[in-house]
């Protein structure tokens, strides 16, 4: 056989050969098809689709795709302009092909919009994406594109950059000048707030200048500093995570560099919503402290050194207030094992001077007549957390109806004690907040010290949801109990006068503490609540006036943090279920709000639930840790059987069922006795794990773990359940 084999397609054929091979006779439609059209011809590319890497028609004058998307053409050259002069013009990118930087960190999906990824909107995150690289193509610069933005070279190859590899890569770390300014920034901002007082200034500030600075301590500065300042263009997502990441690889070995970028870590996180990452982390810094020892007084060290470690240790005692307040078990730092004095001021601090300050419980040969501004509200800080272990030990029954009277008093006195320790430029007045160096340490210990008594007199207010349980207020002479009540309200008042002196007269710059926070929202909440009793300080539109101070108080100082946008968004529901009762001018009906989402049972000990009483808007609450101890063990026979059973005598106990969770709710009529069982009126008992007061947590309104839950006498506006009819 020596015919040879049809081609499968055209041949190639050379240009000096071809006259020679189209004069022989060849098959029709090969011979046609060579001569007529070259299917192998390059087809010219625009330079528009040649960047962004997509087919090009090759249409003269203006190629599909720049017509459709509007693109100017690198075909469309004007007379006389050569084809290599052509500059491409890109319209202004509307999305990012790589992921932001909280998206990638999270692994969460990021569709890439500019500026802020929905994503991070949704979330309230500040949304920040990598940075361009800074080495260009030189073949890019000769083709005459390298004035192009450089984001479509990261376009075009998205896997060259992995920013999941949190290491010191170029542009990852702060430069010198940024961590100058930002150190600047944090003693100027963060440095006057109650948790970040314990850097000392002269040191810090000249060991970044000779850049001697601990590298995990730099890296939580600034990053602490741009997420409270909203520098959203730096990296401080990357930083933050650096800093973490080089103090758990070094978790055997404690440094007080360490624990003090630590705290910094925690405070992000808990500003960043990250709550269990926060509550983890704040056990370790415990721990950390208790292995250096910080607990007790070293005298043979400089002063500097002295206080600073002080002041460490107290800004760990402080975050026991972002979880739970009044739960022993959760404590990070017991009172009984502090032997440290308190922290002295500024001046003292700054210049090295030895100052006595005396112990956070102060005995009887405790001779300390002037504490300040720090030193004072670490006692009241004390002082309100036995008030709530108080509440909480009324609210379970396990406080004598005849002591309730004795325990007040006693705290009274001490509140009182407190302001006999503070100098006469620190008490309250407009001139010496007007006056005075430290603003945010003025406001908050006075809005705090306020606070303290409202949480001690609002066990009082029948039909407030954190009140006293009915059998106790009626145990209580009325006369005590009116008093009580005027009392809470005044207090409450006192704090809407502080928020409206700070917005006139105070520093619109500095920043507050989330604290500040949940003083102004419960003091708006006990105005309002308020207004329907007779005789109140304020009415229900003067009411209303003031809670939106309040709220314009978190608004403007907190438009960051997430750890207060439940307060905000609670307090804004409040104010408009008001301002529907105002316009109806009637006491019994008016429009009902749609009440929150509940969240879904966290399944975790009912027991312990019962015990703890946690807010529906705690961090520790929000964590919703699962309690997977059921997988210890493979199943059993006959536990489903068991379960089923258990369920169905849960049922018939409980007397109300709230949604998916689960969750039994506690008739206002019954209390807590001693042994953990629930006692209502006619003396019959029920277990402890059934009727938890639940139908006040699935109000959710309280966030702060100051307080207990919130009722739907708050939600709503009125006292008791909302009215069965709806408009």
């Known amino acids: 056989m020596t015919e040879a084999l049809r081609p499968l397609r055209p041949l190639q054929v050379s240009s000096d050969s071809h006259d ?40 003269p004058n203006l190629c599909q795709n720049c017509d459709r998307l509007g693109f100017e053409c690198s075909f469309q050259q004007l007379p006389g302009k050569s084809p290599g002069q052509y500059v491409v013009k890109l319209p202004e990118r509307r999305r990012r092909m790589q992921a932001c930087i ?93 948790s970040f007082a314990f850097l000392h200034k002269p040191t810090v500030l000249l060991r970044c200048r ?83 020892r910080l607990n007790y007084e070293r005298p043979e060290l400089s002063q500097v050194a002295q206080e600073a470690r002080r002041r460490l240790f107290w800004a760990v005692y402080l975050l026991d207030d972002f979880f739970c307040v009044g739960l022993r078990e959760f404590e990070l730092c017991p009172e009984e094992t502090i032997h440290l004095q308190l922290p002295c001021d500024e001046d003292h601090f700054g210049a090295g001077r030895y100052v006595h300050t005396g112990l956070l419980r102060p005995g009887p040969s405790d001779n300390v007549t002037i504490l300040g501004l720090r030193g004072v509200f670490l006692r009241l800080t004390s002082v309100r957390r036995a008030v709530m272990r108080f509440n909480r030990r009324v609210g379970l029954g396990e406080e004598l109806s005849s002591t309730i009277g004795r325990s007040m008093r006693r705290f009274e006195e001490e509140l009182r004690s407190l302001t006999a320790n503070l100098g006469p430029l620190e008490q309250y007045s407009v001139s010496n907040l007007t006056c005075c160096k430290w603003q945010a340490q003025f406001i908050m210990l006075w809005m705090s010290w306020h606070q303290c008594h409202c949480d001690l007199y609002r066990l009082g207010l029948d039909g407030y949801s954190e009140a006293a349980p009915s059998p106790i207020l009626m145990a209580i002479h009325p006369r005590e109990r009116i008093a009580m009540q005027f009392k809470c309200f005044e207090h409450a008042e006192s704090i809407i006068r502080i928020v409206s002196d700070f917005s006139t007269h105070g520093n619109g710059e500095c920043l507050l503490e989330r604290d500040a926070a949940v003083c102004a929202f419960e003091s708006a909440r006990l105005v309002m609540f308020s207004s329907r009793i007779p005789g109140a300080p304020s009415s229900l539109d003067l009411a209303i006036n003031k809670a939106k101070l309040s709220l314009h108080l978190i608004t403007r100082f907190f438009p960051y943090s997430a750890s207060t946008q439940p307060l905000r968004k609670d307090l804004e529901r409040l104010i408009a279920s008001y301002s529907v009762r105002l316009a109806l001018q009637t006491q019994e009906a008016f429009s009902e709000p749609d009440p929150p989402s509940t969240r879904p049972s966290t399944k975790v000990s009912q027991y312990a639930s019962s015990r703890q009483r946690l807010s529906v808007q705690s961090l520790l609450l929000q964590s919703d840790f699962v309690d997977d101890s059921n997988e210890i063990a493979g199943p059993t026979p006959g536990a489903a059987i068991q379960a089923t059973a258990h369920g169905m005598q849960t049922n018939s106990r409980t007397t109300h069922i709230s949604g998916p969770s689960e969750v039994a709710t506690t008739p206002r009529n019954q209390t807590w006795g001693v042994t953990g069982q629930v006692e209502s009126l006619n003396g019959q008992s029920q277990q402890p794990g059934t009727c938890l007061d639940a139908g006040q947590e699935d109000a959710g309104l309280i966030f702060n773990p100051w307080m207990g839950f919130a009722g739907t006498e708050d939600m709503y506006g009125m006292s008791g359940r909302p009215p069965d009819e709806e408009f």
Request: hydrophobic content about 35%.
């Open 210 to 292: 000779d850049q001697t600075m601990n590298e995990t301590l730099k890296l939580a500065i600034c990053a602490i500093t741009s997420l409270h300042l909203q520098r959203s263009s730096l990296c401080h997502d990357l930083w933050v995570q650096q800093a973490e990441q080089s103090i758990l690889q070094q978790v055997g070995r404690a440094s007080i560099f360490h624990l003090q970028a630590l705290l910094l870590v925690i405070r992000y996180r808990i500003e960043s919503g990250e709550f269990p990452t926060a509550f983890m982390l704040a056990a370790l810094a415990a721990r950390t402290a208790l292995a250096l």
């Open 20 to 59: 020679l091979q189209s004069s022989q006779p060849k098959p029709g439609p090969v011979s046609k098809s060579i001569i007529t059209s070259d299917p192998l011809r390059k087809r010219a590319v625009c330079s528009q689709c040649r960047i962004r890497k997509v087919r090009c028609d090759g249409r």
């Open 102 to 194: 909280p998206c990638h960190s999270k692994k969460t999906r990021c569709l890439g919009e500019l500026p802020s990824c929905s994503s991070c909107v949704r979330r309230n995150r500040v949304c920040s994406y990598p940075g361009a690289r800074k080495n260009g193509s030189a073949a890019d610069e000769s083709n005459g594109v390298g004035g192009f933005d450089d984001e479509c070279a990261e376009d075009a190859s998205p896997s060259q950059e992995d920013i999941g590899m949190v290491d010191a890569a170029e542009g990852s770390a702060p430069d010198v000048e940024t961590t100058t300014a930002l150190v600047l920034d944090y003693f100027d901002h963060l440095y006057p707030l109650p």
